[in-house]
Structure formats: C-alpha cells, structure tokens
C-alpha cells in the first residue's frame, strides 16, 4: 500500500467520480495528493473521504490563463510534482445539427486547452521522474452517435500523451492515457436528461458492452495508480483502455 510513497500529486476534477476515487487510492498508497474543482462547495464529499489527506484547490479547468495560478499554488504546497492526472472533463453529447461555436469551444478549452496549458504552467515544477495521465474516453477510439466534438477532444489528448511523450520524456516526464468507457459516475446525470432517458440511455448502452455492465470508477483509479507509480516507468506515451470489451 505504499506504490506512492513520498510522490507529490494534482488530480484536476478531484471532488467526485473517478477523481475522487483516484485521490483516495493515491493517499491509501502513500501520496500527498492536491485536488481541484470548480467551486469550493463540491469539496463536500471529498472532505468527507479524504479529510485532511488532501488539499483542495478551486481551480477552473476551461481557464488557460488560471493555470499558471494553479501551477504557483502547487508550488507553494508541494514544491515539486511527481504526478499529474488530468481528470477534469465534460461530455457534452448532441447531434452535429444542434452544435454552435460557444459549445464546441467549451468543450475543446475543458477537455484540450485547458490541460495543455496545465501541462505547460507545471512543466518546471515536474520532477525527474515523473507521471502526467491524462483521462481520455474510449469515444476516441470508436464511433458513436452525438459524441461527434466530445470524441474529436478526447482525440486530441490521446495524440497529447504521445506526442508530449516523445518531447518529454528527455526531462524524466511520462505522460500515458487512461480510455474508460462508460462509467457509473456522476457524469451521466451531468447532460440534461430526463430521469427516464437517462434510464434508457443506460440501458442501450448496457447492452453494447460485451460485459453487461458499466465499469467502476476503483476499476480506472487502479489503472491510474499504476501509471503514476514506478512500476510503470517503461510505458510511455501508452493508452490503457478499460471499456468492459465495447471497443471490441
């Protein structure tokens, strides 16, 4: 239970979910874990989990400029970085009819600007060695009605971790990707559906997944813990993908 013993860690979007979850791992396995959200009440259940095993930091991950607040915040708790998981997202699902600029825009500043300047703010923070993860969506590998914008950005952080890969990995810094398919988190409540679509649109997608049932967020944690840990230190610039065989 001590894989992060020591390691210096950010999870963006750690109030809920699979952040939330990570963060837990993280500090059961021996990390100083940093979280952030967008407003100081969703700390709520993470305070409840994590107590003072975190510091919690309202940050907005759509903000370019705000990171380099952050990244000045981190420095002064932790100093260095050993790792980085870009967990905070959204998914925003419409038909390509019913798209404008101002959607298309927040989701590419939530899910692809606002990490990659993240990234940047942070780079002389980073240790030697260290760990970026980035969580992209199994949408980016295959192709799905509605997920038009959300894919194309989460496609954008897969070619991220490979391509920050080869111009980092000189510093120390591995940056890899985790593809969850769909989750039982809070996101699915997040796009503005009726009780009883969401309960239909859960159930189609059921349906699609060889493994009948939508994966938990421990199940991607696990994989995040492996990537931030050393054991992990020959993979770079990898995807993991944990889709219960929907890709297949």
Request: net charge neutral; proline share 4%; hydrophobic share 45%.
């Amino acid at each position: 239970m001590d894989r992060l013993k020591g390691k210096r860690a950010l999870i963006t979007g750690g109030s809920s979910g699979i952040g939330l979850e990570t963060a837990r791992q993280f500090v059961a396995e021996g990390a100083r874990v940093a979280i952030t959200a967008r407003a100081p009440n969703a700390f709520e259940q993470a305070r409840q989990q994590l107590g003072d095993g975190a510091a919690y930091i309202v940050s907005d991950a759509a903000n370019a400029a705000g990171q380099k607040k952050l990244a000045s915040e981190i420095e002064d708790r932790f100093g260095k970085l050993d790792v980085l998981f870009v967990n905070a997202g959204i998914a925003d699902l419409r038909p390509m009819e019913q798209w404008d600029e101002s959607g298309f825009d927040n989701t590419f500043g939530i899910n692809v600007r606002g990490p990659f300047f993240l990234i940047q703010a942070l780079l002389p923070l980073f240790a030697n060695p260290a760990s970026i993860v980035l969580n992209a969506s199994i949408n980016a590998d295959i192709g799905m009605p509605n997920a038009s914008v959300y894919a194309a950005s989460k496609a954008g952080l897969l070619s991220m971790a490979r391509n920050l890969s080869a111009e980092l990995i000189s510093r120390g810094i591995r940056v890899n990707a985790v593809s969850p398919g769909p989750i039982a988190t809070p996101l699915y409540s997040k796009l503005g559906l009726s009780a009883a679509d969401l309960q239909a649109t859960s159930e189609a997608l059921q349906k699609q997944i060889p493994a009948r049932r939508f994966g938990k967020p421990a199940e991607i944690a696990n994989a995040v813990v492996f990537l931030a840990s050393d054991e992990s230190a020959f993979t770079v610039g990898g995807e993991i993908i944990i889709d219960g065989g929907l890709s297949l």
